[in-house]
Each structure stands twice: as C-alpha cells, then as structure tokens.
C-alpha cells in the first residue's frame, strides 16, 4: 500500500475540517491544460482521458466516424447547421490543421455530439469531445501516482514505460450536461477511439487510475460504468506515532464529475472490508447523487458509519463524503454536531 506522504500528504491534522497538504500532487497535465481546470470542489471543467502507444497511432476518419455515430448517436460538423440524423452528406469530423486533411493524428479532430445538447444562456448547444496528439513522449514519472495505485494491473509500469505516443480525448463544453450523460458521453467517445485506433494503456486524469485497455472495454460493456472514471485508493498513514495500524482509504473521480467521493480515515480494520464499503457508497451516490446528509449514518444494524461532507485528505483537492465508523476505530474528525447536521 501507498505510504501517504509519499502521495503528497506530510501529515494529517485536525481543523474546522479535516485538510491534508496537497501542494505536492502529482499533476500529470505536462503543461497541457490551464491551472483552472479544477476548482477547490474537484470538477472538472475539462474531462481528460489520455491514450499510450508504443507506435504513432493511425487513425482512420471514416472509422472513427462510423464508431462515434454507433457509441454516441448523431454527430455533426461545427461549421454546419444541424441536419437529419439519416443525412449522409459529410463527416461530423473537424480538423484544425485543414493543410493535411489525411492526417488527422497531426492536428485536433473535434465532434459535435447532437444527441447531447447543453443549456446555454443563449440557447443549447450540442457537447463536443476532441481528440489531440501530444508533442512529448509519455513520462512513466508522470503517472507514478497512478502506478502506485494500480493493483488492479501489476504489468501497467511495465507497460506505459514501453510506450513513446500519446492521444488526449477530452469532453468541451459538456461541463452542464448531467453528470450521468456526461460520463456516458466520453465513455463512448472513447470506445470509439479505441476499437479504431487500439492502444497499450489508459489514463482517467481525474480519477488518476490508469487500466488496460481491453479489461476496460469488458468492464464497459459488463455494464461497470465507473470502471476507470473512480479510483479505490488505499494509503498507509505514517507520521502521527498513534502506535496503531492507520490507514486511509478514498475514492478519485466522483468529484470531477459534480458528486463528492468518499473517504474513510481508521485504525486497526480489515482494509478490503472497508474499501468495499467506500466502493458501495461511492457507487450509491453515483446512482443516487449528492443524497447522504451530514450527520446520517450508512452501513448495515450492527455497524453504523456517520457520514459527513469534508475537504479530501489525500490529492486532489476535491469534496469527500468522510464516513465514521466510530470511535473506536475513527482516526479523523467530524464536526456535523457542530453544524447542524442531522443526528
């Protein structure tokens, strides 16, 4: 397990809210993406999911076409008006780099999703996802918080070291669809880009999980919507000299798409048990929303977690659902008394 301040985290401290130091996340941007991308909440105004080749990837425009059309529904130029969904005119595909137009791995390849429309104060406008080339050759440091999270896949370091290429797939102007048919839009945007240009490793920059992609493509189509987009973490927490077993076990993603994740921060428990419920809570909250209030409680008769709504412990900064399961094994604190939360 991740030893936590390796993660970025010298030590844990009490507050009006339970805070960590997050001034050393591993932020895997390269300089791609504006500093604002994120606000304090942990959403993501831009979704961003990057792709690694071991070889420079071909992409075919027809395919691409025909996979975004099948995963999506209709998608349309940006320059054109909206035609009938049967209209076979032209490829919903734009490129920058109109100067090589059988290159489309040399400039931004860009969709207009219409079957995914966001309300503007100037009227709806359909959401669009972009696919881009970077410059740069993978880093495996890049990923290394990733990396150390991937029990999930123990051949990933091996695999993103051998790879020289990248694709950068992120959602535009999608930031007011729902949640839901967000996560819905890029998921299928990026089983296109995969059954048409394959590739040795995927990275969710929000979640900070990196999978194989085939697994993904399983995952995907055994209905596991959250496979890849949220992140069970776990951490050993050293530091505090409490003479106990301290752990703290989070989830990554939930936030970037507009809904808290889920933290547990606890001594002397079995970590696969707790880890199963925070992956529980966080998939009910996905489904539900934001419906857990402070102060209520979780879990089964015998054991109640009290819940409460903080500022993450551990990178990126973002709001956590923290759950308490009581004093005896609670390494944190909650203050819902305090703020009228519910008892």
Known sequence: MTNLE????????????EKANMANHNDATDNETNINEQDLSGFANVYM??????????????????KMQQYTGEVQLPEEKVTPANSEDSLAVW??????PDESESGVILFFHMNHMVPFQEGPLPAQTCIMTSERAPQVESYESALQQAWHWTEAREAVAGCSHSLLLTDFCARGLDYKERLQLITGALRALLETAPCEAVYFRASDKIVQPQVYLEAINAGQRLYGAMNVRFYNVEGRDSGRDEMLIDTCGLAALGVSDVQCHFYDMEPNEVA?????????????GDVIRDGETVGSEELRWLCEHQHALAAPPRYVLDLNPGPEHYAGIQHHDQEGGTE
Do not use: C
């Open 95 to 100: 490129e920058t780099n109109k100067d090589k």
């Open 276 to 288: 199963s419920l925070v992956g529980d809570i966080a998939y009910y909250i996905f489904e539900q």
């Open 49 to 66: 999911i990057e792709l690694l080749y071991k070889e420079k990837p071909q992409l075919s425009k027809q395919a691409l076409y025909e």
């Open 6 to 17: 390796q993660a970025g985290m010298d030590e844990i401290y009490p507050g009006e809210k």
